[in-house]
């Protein structure tokens, strides 16, 4: 009896595995109501904190050549930051905006190309299907077959 239990319970343990393979092993897939994301697209621009960040980075690693450690570098970024008055963090807050004008240029930039070559590939598309059919029609007659083997 203890036999014939094992062996359906064996089964239903590697169906299960099967199943989680299968699922473990296939690619993700995106979400169905997203598009995939373009690696041409510009990135956005980092905000003042991560500005500040950028710096303080460079100075906490000259007085703290041993750390290793990223969280507490950013920990002690972050509590600098917050101790931080309006008029110190004004240098910061400048470069990230000005970083934030740059980006909407080139992301229009990358808009107007977009929607170029979308409508390049629509034109293309109407093109081809035109010619494909004026071709279809010149050999549908007896002659036209002597004209596609000249081609």
């Given at each position: 009896m203890k036999g014939a239990r094992s062996k359906p319970a064996t089964r239903k343990a590697d169906s299960k595995l099967s199943v989680k393979k299968g699922a473990a092993a296939g690619k993700k897939a995106a979400p169905k109501g997203k598009p995939a994301k373009d690696p041409n697209k510009p990135k956005r621009p980092a905000s003042a904190f991560f500005v500040?960040?950028?710096d303080f980075r460079k100075?906490?690693?000259e007085k703290h050549p041993n750390n290793k450690s990223v969280a507490v570098v950013g920990k002690a970024g972050g509590d600098k930051w917050k101790s931080m008055s309006e008029a110190e963090k004004a240098p910061y807050v400048s470069k990230a905006e000005k970083r934030k004008v740059e980006?909407?240029?080139t992301l229009q930039?990358?808009?107007k190309k977009m929607a170029e070559?979308?409508?390049a590939e629509e034109e293309e598309s109407?093109?081809?299907k035109s010619e494909v059919?004026?071709?279809d029609e010149e050999g549908s007659g007896d002659e036209g077959d002597e004209d596609d083997d000249d081609e």
């Open positions: 500040f960040m950028e100075q906490y690693k980006y909407e240029k930039d990358y808009n070559g979308a409508d109407d093109k081809s059919n004026d071709e």
